[in-house]
């Protein structure tokens, strides 16, 4: 377990038509944040999301076509080959209300998005290969 600080708080909103992911990530690396967290609420026009299959070890990916809610996404910043990096998971709603989601996939496109993002300041965090699940969880993290 590692205590940070907030360096900053940044707000702001993702374009309409842009890819979620691809704008989350360009904009953590441009800016530079090594550790934050993401929160974000808006609409998708389209939406990929992936289950991880814990068993087979691969991520099966979902996707939605047409415009949906984000109900939330919640996320974070750390480093992974060397960059920034972006993990978040996205909970979205149809017509009816019911909600759909999942780890965050490349395609999905943004109808409108508010993002607030907190950087924060302390011990590097990275990510490395972790036997045990095959995800590429943070190194030496553990609060237990
Ligand atoms: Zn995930």
Redesign the pocket.
């Known amino acids: 377990m590692r205590p940070y600080k907030t360096r900053r708080t940044i707000i702001g909103t993702v374009p309409h038509g842009a890819d979620l992911l691809d704008a989350l990530t360009t904009f953590a690396v441009n800016e530079d944040i090594k550790v934050g967290r993401i929160t974000a609420i808006g609409a998708t026009k389209h939406t990929v999301v ?1 289950y ?1 299959d814990q068993k087979s070890r691969t991520y099966t990916p979902l996707e939605y076509s047409g415009g949906m809610e984000i109900l939330n996404l919640t996320g974070n910043i750390s480093i992974r080959d060397g960059k920034p990096f972006v ?3 996205l909970t979205v709603g149809d017509a009816q209300g019911k909600a759909f989601g ?3 996939m490349k395609g999905t496109i943004v109808f409108a998005c508010e993002i607030i993002i907190e950087e924060y300041e302390g011990e590097q965090l990275w990510r490395a290969k972790d036997e045990t699940t095959g ?1 590429f969880l943070w190194n030496s993290a553990d609060i237990l």
């Open positions: 992936a991880y993990h978040a998971h999942g780890h965050l995800l």
